[in-house]
């Protein structure tokens, strides 16, 4: 059961375009969001995270946007550079000492010279 | 993330085979994942594991075992390896109770024949 849903499955973009992929939750108990950023023959590493008591949050070029209500949470890339090419994967955490993360199905990116 | 190896990093086997993954940590982290990366599937729990004598299933441990040897090592086992096992597999660790981000390994592609 993809209790969080990601797209878009692909993504192009222009160098010095905004990237957004979005993701969807369906329970209300989750209350971690991370993205992970993946490069091939890589493990994923952490690239930002939100937890649902604010509605956005921003380290450089990447932002996430929460709607709790909405139960959806999204990554913008802005000024995207072909070196953001990777998969971006959302997840969701459950608050409770387990911190297990249910992934998205990951969206490739790839950003035109 | 060098703090986080797997091996081996590739393994080509055959059908009704064990096979033992293995994932060693440097960062002194005492939580460790096991996850299997599928395409269009994302990353999905098999075990983890918040020290030597805690381990837990996760949304997949059909058909996986594991063992933690020691804080710094998290062993995943396939007893008699079937094709529909061939994934991407990656080991995490989290240093509990109270951090969020969760460190992967480089991977171990696994095909089973």
């Known amino acids: 059961q993809q209790q969080v849903k990601q797209s878009p499955q692909s993504l192009i973009v222009q160098k010095g375009g905004i990237s957004i992929i979005n993701c969807a939750y369906e329970?209300?108990?989750?209350?971690?969001f991370p993205w992970y950023q993946q490069f091939p023959g890589k493990g994923p590493a952490l690239l930002i995270a939100?937890?649902?008591?604010?509605s956005e949050k921003k380290e450089g070029r990447f932002t996430i946007s929460f709607n709790k209500s909405a139960k959806q949470f999204s990554l913008h890339i802005m000024d995207s550079q072909p070196g953001d090419s990777a998969t971006y994967f959302c997840?969701?955490?459950?608050?409770?000492?387990?911190?297990?993360?249910?992934f998205g199905s990951g969206t490739r990116l790839l950003v035109r010279p | 993330d060098a703090d986080v190896t797997q091996t081996p990093r590739n393994r080509i086997t055959k059908t009704g085979k064990r096979i033992m993954l293995e994932c060693s940590q440097t960062?002194?982290?005492?939580?460790m994942y096991w996850y299997r990366q599928d395409p269009g599937l994302g990353l999905q729990l098999i075990y983890y594991?918040?020290?030597?004598?805690?381990?837990n299933k996760g949304e997949i441990s059909d058909g996986y075992s594991v063992s933690r040897q020691a804080q710094a090592k998290f062993s995943l086992s396939l007893e008699s390896a079937i094709p529909n096992q061939t994934a991407l597999y990656f080991c995490?660790?989290?240093?509990?109770?109270?951090?969020?981000?969760?460190?992967f390994g480089p991977g171990t592609r696994l095909t089973v024949l």
């Open positions: 995490a660790t989290r240093q509990g109770p109270d951090t969020d981000t969760q460190y």
């Open positions: 329970n209300t108990a989750f209350d971690y």
């Open positions: 939100i937890r649902p008591d604010v």
């Open positions: 997840a969701a955490s459950y608050g409770d000492s387990s911190y297990k993360l249910i």
């Open positions: 960062k002194g982290h005492d939580r």
């Open positions: 594991s918040f020290d030597v004598k805690d381990i």
